[in-house]
């Protein structure tokens, strides 16, 4: 494998429109599939198509909806964790 094989966080941002820091907010809140070379984070083409399927709504790559039973702001994580104590 080269580096052609992989996306740069930058260059998956751009292809998403959304700055990098945004970018680096949703991998780490969402636990996007992705792979750490050093310091730099890289996406496969199998990551990418991963992704985009987790937040695919009407043709646009957006921030995944609220899991049912959630408060608004709340992480997936903690509304789970939350879940199981009502």
Same mark, same amino acid.
């Given at each position: ?25 949703? &991998? @780490? #809140?969402?636990?996007?599939? =992705?792979?750490?070379?050093? &310091?730099? @984070? #890289? +996406?496969?083409?199998?990551? @990418? ?5 987790? =937040? =695919? ?14 408060? &608004?702001?709340?992480?997936? &994580?903690?509304?789970? +964790?939350?879940?199981? %104590? %009502?």
């Amino acid at each position: 494998m080269t580096d052609r094989d992989f996306m740069t966080e930058a260059e998956f941002a751009e292809l998403l429109g959304v700055t990098k820091e945004k970018m680096r907010g949703w &991998r @780490v #809140r969402h636990g996007w599939p =992705h792979l750490k070379i050093g &310091r730099d @984070v #890289r +996406y496969t083409e199998a990551d @990418v198509e991963t992704i985009k399927a987790m =937040h =695919h709504i009407e043709g646009q790559v957006t921030e995944p909806l609220t899991p049912r039973g959630a408060l &608004r702001g709340q992480s997936a &994580r903690s509304a789970a +964790y939350w879940a199981g %104590r %009502r």
